[in-house]
């Protein structure tokens, strides 16, 4: 059972189109939230590490928003290009399980031409 | 810096067979991880440790056992394989247990057990 929960859980994209997926997470005990991108036969690379109620985070074309009162994120991306096909991880992390990270089954993009 | 190491890449066991998976930082990070990662199953955690000599049990730490005799090295020990082992395991590490880093990811393990 998944406490973290990602959706969809794929999505196709023209390219240039914009898009957001998101990741619900337990609000309680409420520590940090990661987002982490994972492309085919690499490793999963951090983007964010977010831990403040109504925190924005950017890089590049990608950003993230955070609610830890409703236990939600969104990770967006703007202008989708072909290199950012890739499964999007969210993590959660409680002050309650605090050495542990539960990952939610992530989101794969897949932007085309 | 390397990263994260982890050898071998690939492994093929026949059930009950033991291994040791491997796993290196060379960042000074405190934190190291073992996930493995199953198709809708998302990575789940299945031991880590938040310093030389301290580790702790993850989600799903049956068959597995693990020790950190050193800051840079965090090995995964299966006892006695088994099909439902069969998986892809990623080792991870962080700068700190006490704050909200990233975690860096090796580049995984694929193990098959027969």
Known sequence: ?113 | NAGVTQTPKFQVLKTGQSMTLQCAQDMNHEYMSWYRQDPGMGLRLIHYSVGAGITDQGEVPNGYNVSRSTTEDFPLRLLSAAPSQTSVYFCASSYSFGGPYEQYFGPGTRLTVT
């Open chain 1, 1 to 113: 059972i998944l406490n973290v929960e990602q959706s969809p859980q794929s999505l196709h994209v023209q390219e240039g189109d914009s898009t957001n997926f998101t990741c619900s997470f337990p609000s309680s005990n409420f520590y940090a939230l990661h987002w982490y991108r994972w492309e085919t036969a690499k490793s999963p690379e951090a983007l964010f590490v977010m831990t403040l109620n109504g925190d924005e985070k950017k890089k590049g074309r990608i950003s993230a928003t955070l609610n830890t009162k409703e236990g939600y994120s969104y990770l967006y991306i703007k202008g989708s290009q072909p290199e950012d096909s890739a499964t999007y991880l969210c993590a959660s992390r409680t002050t309650d399980s605090w050495g542990k990270l539960q990952f939610g089954a992530g989101t794969q993009v897949v932007v085309t031409p």
